[in-house]
Nanobody, 117 residues
């Protein structure tokens, strides 16, 4: 059973940076697409970024040019580098392992990012 554990959230001032990490257990990580999502207070969860098993990436328009998703298959970890943070980026950030070949999707427990002066 794959488990995902996010870390790296915290309080940062507008314009600052944070790097989130999501560590996966299990042996299927390198074959899976991974994504980051976020849920702001009072809003629905929204997709932020995606990285395929081959390393291709895609981003929501709201974070394009500011956020970078990457992965280290040797460490079973996916990262989200967040630069030029804005108060609107305040949310709980979740990582997701996309289901494939009979393996179900898996979500992490989330990490809180607060952008405030």
């Amino acid at each position: 059973q794959v488990q995902l554990v996010e870390s790296g959230g915290g309080l940062v001032q507008p314009g600052g940076s944070l790097r989130l990490s999501c560590a996966a257990s299990g042996s299927i990580f390198s074959d899976a697409a991974m994504g980051w999502y976020r849920q702001a207070p009072g809003k629905e969860r929204e997709w932020v970024a995606l990285i395929g098993s081959g390393g291709s990436t895609n981003y929501a328009d709201s974070v394009k040019g500011r956020f970078t998703i990457s992965r280290d298959n040797a460490k079973n970890t996916v990262y989200l580098q967040m630069n030029s943070l804005e108060p609107e980026d305040t949310a709980v950030y979740y990582c997701k392992l996309f289901g494939f070949s009979g393996h179900p999707e898996v979500w992490g427990q989330g990490t809180l990012v607060t952008v405030s002066s």
